[in-house]
C-alpha cells in the first residue's frame, strides 16, 4: 500500500486510465431542494455509476497498475459492500480472481452483487474492522495482493476523478459535501478541487454514531471510536488512517455529523422528489443539507455527492417509515377518552375535519393508566407535516379530549 500523498497529476492519470471503463455520472439540479434553501443545489449520482457506487473508480486505478505477477496471485479486499463490488468488477474486467471478505451483517443485495462479479465472498465478523483483520491473514497465507478500500493512493486517486467531473461541470462551486467513511472519497475528491484552484469549501459528513474522522482531526490524532450500528453501513468505520487522516487536515475545511432519523429523512427525500434510489451512507449529504449543517449557503451552488445506492431492500420499508415520521408525514397520536360508544367515531370526525387519514386505530383498555371507565386509544395517521399534527392534537383538546402525540 502507497502512502505518499496523491495529487492533482495521480488524479488526472487516473482519469486516462478508467474513463473508457466507467459511468461518467451526471450532476443534476434539484429544483426541489434549491428553491427550499434558497440555493443552488446539485446532486452528484454516484448511484448511478457501475455497481451502483463511487468505489469502481479507485478499484480499477488500483488494479490496472498491478504486475503481470500480482495479477496471476489474485487479489483480496475486504469491504462493508461497495469496495467488494468494485474490485470484484474490476477484477472480472481484467481478468483477474477476487477474494472479498465481508461483515456477516452486510446487506444481501452488496453481497449478491459482490459474487454476480465472480468473486469469492467470505463472511466474517459483524463490523467492517473484523473483516478487515481477517482478511489480512488470509492475505498472508495465499500471497494475494490486499486492496485497501480507502488508505491507498492509486484508490484516492480513482475517486477524485469525481472531483474533476464536477469542476469540469460547475468550475464555480462554492460548497461540495461529501460522505466520510475511511475518508478515500473525500481525500480524492478535495484534493482534485482544491489543486485545480478552486475556492470551494469542502464539507465532509459523517454518522453521528461512528465519527471516526471528526474525532480524529479534532483532537489532532488518530483515533479509534466504538462500534455501533448504522444505516449508514458504507461509512461505519472505527478508525481512519495516516494517508486519508493526513490529506482531509489538508484540505477539508469542515466535518459535520447526522443523525439516523435524519439521514432516513433525507432517503426518503430522494426517492420521493429527486427518484433518487440511495443507500444510507449516500444519503448523508442531503441529510447535512436537510439539517442545516451548511452555513451561508444562501444564493450559492452546492453540490452533494451521493456516494451509493445499494440500499437493502429489506429494510427500506423500515428506512421509509422511519423518514416519514422524523418529516412528519406519519405519526401517532393517544387520546384518552370516557370508554362509552361513539366516543372514537367522535375522534375519527375531528381528525377527518382536519384531513389527515387514519391508518391504523388501537383501542388499548388493560395495558393502560387512564382511570377506571377511560380507555387510551392511538391513532396512527396519515399527515401533512408537524404542523399539521399539531393542529389535529390542539383540535382534540379543544374538543374536551386529553391527546398527545407520541
Not at 452528484?44 to 486505478?61: D, F, H, P, V
Amino acid at each position: 500500500m502507497t502512502t505518499t500523498n496523491v495529487t492533482l497529476s495521480d488524479i488526472q492519470d487516473a482519469r486516462l486510465a478508467i474513463e473508457n471503463r466507467i459511468i461518467k455520472t451526471p450532476l443534476t439540479y434539484s429544483t426541489t431542494l434549491s428553491e427550499k434553501f434558497d440555493c443552488q443545489v446539485y446532486l452528484k449520482l454516484e448511484n448511478l455509476q457501475l455497481t451502483g457506487a463511487y468505489k469502481i473508480r479507485g478499484a480499477l486505478n488500483r488494479l490496472s497498475k498491478l504486475t503481470k505477477e500480482e495479477k496471476v496471485k489474485g487479489v483480496i479486499a475486504s469491504s462493508a459492500g461497495n469496495h467488494a463490488q468494485g474490485v470484484a468488477l474490476a477484477a472480472k474486467q481484467l481478468g483477474i480472481q477476487a477474494t472479498i471478505v465481508m461483515p456477516e451483517s452486510t446487506p444481501l443485495a452488496k453481497i449478491q452483487g459482490t459474487k454476480k462479479f465472480g468473486a469469492e465472498v467470505i463472511l466474517h465478523g459483524n463490523f467492517y474492522d473484523d473483516a478487515y483483520q481477517k482478511a489480512l491473514e488470509i492475505q498472508r497465507e495465499s500471497g494475494q495482493v490486499f486492496i485497501h478500500p480507502f488508505n491507498d493512493k492509486d484508490i484516492i486517486a480513482g475517486q477524485g476523478t469525481i472531483g474533476l467531473e464536477i469542476i469540469d461541470e460547475l468550475p464555480d462551486v462554492d460548497l461540495v459535501a461529501i460522505p466520510i467513511g475511511g475518508g478515500g472519497l473525500i481525500s480524492g475528491i478535495s484534493t482534485a478541487i482544491k489543486e485545480s484552484g478552486s475556492r470551494a469549501k469542502i464539507v465532509g459528513v459523517e454518522a453521528v454514531e461512528m465519527p471516526a474522522m471528526k474525532t480524529s482531526i479534532e483532537q489532532d490524532r488518530i483515533v479509534t471510536v466504538d462500534k455501533k450500528k448504522t444505516i449508514a453501513d458504507g461509512i461505519a468505520v472505527t478508525t481512519v488512517l495516516d494517508n486519508t487522516f493526513n490529506t482531509v487536515k489538508k484540505y477539508v475545511d469542515e466535518i459535520v455529523t447526522v443523525k439516523e432519523t435524519e439521514i432516513s429523512h433525507a432517503i426518503v427525500t430522494l426517492l420521493e422528489y429527486e427518484k433518487v434510489l440511495c443507500e444510507g451512507a449516500g444519503a448523508t449529504s442531503v441529510a447535512a443539507l436537510l439539517y442545516d449543517q451548511f452555513k451561508d449557503i444562501k444564493g450559492k451552488t452546492v453540490v452533494l455527492v451521493v456516494s451509493g445506492g445499494n440500499i437493502d431492500l429489506n429494510i427500506l420499508d423500515r428506512i421509509i417509515e422511519r423518514g416519514l415520521i422524523t418529516s412528519g408525514r406519519s405519526c401517532s397520536i393517544i387520546v384518552n377518552v370516557p370508554d362509552t360508544p361513539g366516543t372514537i367515531a367522535r375522534i375519527s370526525n375531528i381528525i377527518g375535519s382536519k384531513q389527515a387519514n387514519i391508518l391504523e386505530i388501537h383501542h388499548n383498555r388493560a395495558f393502560t393508566t387512564s382511570v377506571l371507565g377511560e380507555t387510551e386509544v392511538e391513532f396512527s395517521l396519515e399527515t401533512r407535516g408537524h404542523l399539521h399534527i399539531k393542529e389535529i392534537v390542539d383540535e382534540l383538546n379543544s374538543m374536551g379530549l386529553s391527546a398527545k402525540r407520541v
